[in-house]
Nanobody, 120 residues
């Protein structure tokens, strides 16, 4: 059994910052790419940022220069530092990870989501 648990969401004023964390636990042999997605009401889920095990990063154009993704492989944890937040960043943020489990199968896992609300 593998679980992803997010934390760090909340309510913040425009221009503020939040740091989201996501820790993976369970029968894990290796975690490949980890990422953050978000879904606003009435919209499709979209990629925010991703990071490979080696540290290569990818960002949505809408967050480049404002968000920074990082990971700690020893802790099976991924972070995203969100700065200069805008009301349009309001969404439920989901953690995603591609994990090789003890059953020697690579599967995609999702966290339960954490709400980020940015007030104007």
């Amino acid at each position: 059994q593998v679980q992803l648990v997010e934390s760090g969401g909340g309510l913040v004023q425009a221009g503020g910052s939040l740091r989201l964390s996501c820790a993976a636990s369970g029968r894990i042999l290796r975690i490949n790419t980890m990422g953050w997605y978000r879904q606003a009401p009435g919209k499709q889920r979209e990629l925010v940022a991703s990071i490979t095990r080696g540290g290569n990063t990818n960002y949505a154009d809408s967050v480049k220069g404002r968000f920074t993704i990082s990971r700690d492989n020893a802790k099976n944890t991924v972070y995203v530092q969100t700065n200069s937040l805008k009301p349009e960043d309001t969404a439920v943020y989901y953690c995603n990870a591609e994990i090789l489990g003890s059953n020697v199968v690579v599967s995609d896992y999702w966290g339960q989501g954490t709400q980020v609300t940015v007030s104007s």
